[in-house]
């Protein structure tokens, strides 16, 4: 379940049942074991490579989804590791067809397009058709190598297309809303806007002024050190990105 979002800078994050790359993920890595008990052999590096690619392409979605709290670059990259992975899954599908003299079906056979009606879904990594191995296991439990073969070619190519459109979508949300430096910035910004500096006697003082490098607005402090440690100043809000700051006349 997606963890809400709280009232500080920590974004949602995790839900990654929801996503479908994530269930399509499980229906590649499950049919993988059968491919593979049935018609490679045990020990070899094939089998090995192929059970480590499936697997690092579910647990990569899952980690990726789970680490968007606290960093959506982390995200990001684990959902592309899990698009590499898924990309050399596919390669080792095509060449299981290809040493058996077995044809890698075109995309307009209709067999394929059966295939892929059966997985069709959304573009987006979410919501789409809830597919799940029930939905295929006809199909992977098949004796026909042809068949499964075709068809875990079918369901990688399909992953790995919502993968993209998953990965350009994390890209846009974060140029728009930035990641978790931002979000705490923004917070921290916030919060001291509710502190509007006072007078001695408790009256609520003048607006802040405008930062002169900037613009922005400011925010009173107290230098800390040097000769003028305990005296006030205005600094810039933005501070340390705009070190701007104005003398404050002091209380009388």
Not at 158 to 171: H, K, V
Request: net charge positive.
């Amino acid at each position: 379940m997606q963890r809400p979002a709280a009232d500080g800078f920590i974004p949602q994050h995790g839900g990654y049942e929801g996503l479908l790359t994530y269930r399509k993920a499980v229906v590649i890595f499950r049919a993988m074991f059968h491919l593979a008990a049935k018609w490679v052999r045990l020990g070899s590096r094939t089998r090995d490579q192929m059970e480590q690619s499936a697997r690092s392409t579910k647990q990569n979605i899952v980690e990726g989804s789970l680490a968007s709290a606290t960093s959506k670059s982390t995200e990001i990259r684990l959902t592309n590791v899990a698009r590499a992975s898924l990309g050399e899954l596919l390669e080792d599908y095509r060449d299981f067809l290809v040493l058996r003299d077995l044809p890698i079906w075109p995309k307009d056979d209709p067999r394929a397009l059966e295939l892929r009606r059966l997985g069709a879904g959304n573009g987006d990594g979410t919501n789409g058709t809830d597919a799940t191995y029930e939905t295929f296991r006809r199909h992977i439990e098949s004796p026909d190598a042809e068949l499964v073969g075709n068809l875990m070619v079918v369901l990688c190519t399909q992953a790995c297309y919502l993968l993209d459109r998953q990965i350009q979508r994390l890209e846009r949300d974060f140029v728009e809303h930035g990641g978790i430096r931002e979000r705490m910035l923004a917070a921290r910004l916030q919060a001291r806007d509710r502190c509007t500096p006072a007078t001695e006697s408790g009256a609520v003082g003048p607006p802040p002024p405008a930062c002169p490098q900037c613009g922005s607005a400011m925010r009173l402090r107290t230098a800390r050190s040097g000769p003028n440690a305990g005296s006030q100043f205005w600094g810039c809000s933005t501070y340390p990105a705009c070190k701007g700051t104005r003398s404050c006349p002091a209380i009388p």
